[in-house]
């Protein structure tokens, strides 16, 4: 027989995870729900880093956060002082954690380890199939992609990056400042640029990132971080590598499927991602709440995208489509963002909480004729 479920909550990453929190720390906190993954969970294998004025929901899990931001281009090198906001890194690991005691402390939320094959609205809610099981629910929150992403109808480039976690033998690091993004290495038009984030005097993730179609090779990373420490951190006398991580995200104007009917999508798979910097914790984090204190309200958790959010999706097309089209060398799509406007505007815009006045002058900040070209580019289509 199916078991039958209030929500099932296919996917138990960041929101999936996120999710069963809001949903705990609201009026349906009594609600049976299922959580799907089909892995355990337990390795640290990604590192969330994002920027925010005030506390996060998540505040308690943040392991560093920074003030100040070191930003270099070939031409322009500065010391970001980012108040009112702050740079916050979560491990993924601590996250998937939480995620486990939440679970064991709330009896109606089960969680099982199964590889989700589909899921589908029935006549009165949804039907989920696993390698070993059917299950039926009210509603489905969905984080898996189940879509392919049309890439050649789309704007869209790959952000691609291997991190190392090293501690070094020597004190080389200020904890209290990181590098936002290192654009000094010799790039061929492509989007690229390292990260430091320290945590100590002895220890930061290095990160080698890069915006393009094609992925590299393992050890093609690997170069661009040792390369970089032996140019920009020579410093550092011996070190070693305590932990490495890869990632892909997908930046593209392709729009995602939110759902229909019972079957919400959220998280990547639900459109959750920015376009034009992979950034998705906050973004995330905003949907969530704003669709969990819609549903307790209406008990409809379909949200419509709001003028402010349809504007900033152009905003991020333009953005999308100058990099993709090289219309700018990248070094200075950023430099002249951080150059010529407050540290805190420029994020503040990619937060997505400027006004339209304020968009307009940051906009007006920017190489004109290209991004007026990528302007009437994405009003033809693409
Ligand atoms: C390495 C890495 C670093 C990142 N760093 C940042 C960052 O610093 N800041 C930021 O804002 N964003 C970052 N991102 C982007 C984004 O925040 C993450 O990808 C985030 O985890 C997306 O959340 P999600 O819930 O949509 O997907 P995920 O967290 O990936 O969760 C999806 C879950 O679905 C499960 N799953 C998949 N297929 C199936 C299936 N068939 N059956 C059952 N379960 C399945 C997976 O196991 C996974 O747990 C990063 C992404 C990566 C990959």
Redesign the pocket.
Known sequence: MQKHFDYII?????????LVHYFLNSDLRDKRILL????E?KDN??????WEREASPFEFLVHHRWQHLDFYTPDFAETLNIAPYKYK?IR?IDFYEYGQQMLISAENVEKSV????KVVNTADGVLVT?DENEYTADYCFN????EKICKDKNLYLDQH?K?WTIRTKNPVFSPDKATLMDFRLPHAGETKFVYVLPTSENEALIEATLFSPDLLQSEEYDKIITDYISEYLPQIEKYEVLHE?????PMTDYKFSPGEKNIVN?????G???ASS???????QKHLQRMTESFVKTGNPHLTKTVRQKRSAWLDRIFLNVLQNHRVPPPKVFGTLFENNKPSQVLKFMSEETSFLEEIKIMSTMQIFPFFRAMLSTMVGK
Not at 45 to 50: A, E, L, N
């Open positions: 296919t996917g138990g990453g960041l929101a999936g995870i996120s799907l993954d089909k892995s969970k294998d990604r590192t969330w880093c994002f890194m993924g199964e590889n989700v094959q696993t984080s898996i992609r189940f990056f991190g991580e890869f990632g892909v995200i959220i998280g990547t798979a639900g959750n991602t920015k992979g950034y998705t914790f906050c973004y995330l």
